[in-house]
Nanobody, 123 residues
Framework: QVQLVESGGGLVQAGGSLRLSCATS????????MGWFRQAPGKEREFVAA????????YYADSVKGRFTISRDNAKNTVYLQMNSLKPEDTAIYSC????????????????WGQGTQVTVSS
């Protein structure tokens, strides 16, 4: 069973920054594309960012483009989401996910999911 564990969430004021981490013990981590998704109360899960297994391809939701950056360290089996200029509308539970296919914006393409970490942005 693949485990993904997110960390780094918390409470931050609007305009602030947070860096989320997603760690896995999976030895083949470097072969998997990774994605970040979020879900706010009463809303559907939405795509945030994705990165290919090489790190050479990145995708972002329009709502976070220019503010969020996804990256990965295959030596540490960890993917990151640097979030800058946070807004109250970024408040959500953020989850990472892995896929054996190409990086994708579609959550159905991801087989494994973490439990999520809460991000709350106050105005």
């Amino acid at each position: 069973q693949v485990q993904l564990v997110e960390s780094g969430g918390g409470l931050v004021q609007a305009g602030g920054s947070l860096r989320l981490s997603c760690a896995t013990s999976r030895r083949t981590f470097s072969r998997y594309a990774m994605g970040w998704f979020r879900q706010a109360p009463g809303k559907e899960r939405e795509f945030v960012a994705a990165i290919s297994w090489t790190g050479g391809v990145e995708y972002y939701a329009d709502s976070v483009k220019g503010r969020f950056t996804i990256s990965r360290d295959n030596a540490k089996n960890t993917v990151y989401l640097q979030m800058n200029s946070l807004k109250p509308e970024d408040t959500a539970i953020y989850s990472c996910a892995s896929t054996g296919g190409s990086a994708s914006t579609n959550p159905a393409e991801y087989a494994y999911w973490g439990q999520g970490t809460q991000v709350t942005v106050s105005s």
